[in-house]
């Protein structure tokens, strides 16, 4: 056994372990650490196989926006977990069944892809590197279907908005035009008030005995 495939399942009984302590953590934020840890061993992996590009694209992605992401929301919201483990058991079987169904049609799907032989790199890919071949290949005769994802993209995020910045009655904002349009002696008076406490006086000085 070489080092590579040492390494390769090393990654991988990581990569299991994180997962299944993703599901079975009892704390969320655990949980989602022990995420952050799974994608580092799917980053490994990928390395491995020398698609540098997608181990770098899931690191800054996935760890250094997402899971970020969601720390935050999770340690914000401080969700109660006990409430959400109510009936756990109860609903396990059928769960259970559903995911060896889910697991065994994508046994079945994969182990295809097992069978066939990787095409071995030509010198040309050798000499450039897999990160500027994939470069060209999604600008060159994947760009069509690049600048589709990029426009649904751009939809979710204008629907995202649009759904967040819905009238509420409860929602305090401030018109601009009205702001701009203020003046000073419409927000400040001046007013001249006379003293209503006298100065208490001084007391007399007395001279020499």
Known sequence: MNPITALFYVFSALLLFAALR??????????????????????????????????????????????????????????????????????LPLAGLVGAVIALEMALVLMRGFRLEAPLPTVKALEVGNTKMLGIEIYTQYLYPLQLAAVLLLVAIVAAIALTLRARKDSRHMDPSQQVRAKKADRVRLVKLQPTIEAPSLPAEKGPA
Do not use: P, Q
Request: aromatic share 14%.
């Open 22 to 91: 993703v599901i079975t953590a009892r704390s969320t934020v655990h949980a989602a650490l022990f995420l952050v840890l799974a994608f580092f061993s799917a980053s490994c992996i990928w390395m491995l196989l020398r698609a540098e590009f997608l181990a770098i694209a899931l690191v800054l992605v996935y760890v250094g926006a997402v899971m970020v992401l969601f720390l935050f929301v999770v340690m914000m919201l401080d969700v109660n977990t006990d409430s959400l483990r109510v009936g756990f058991w109860k609903h």
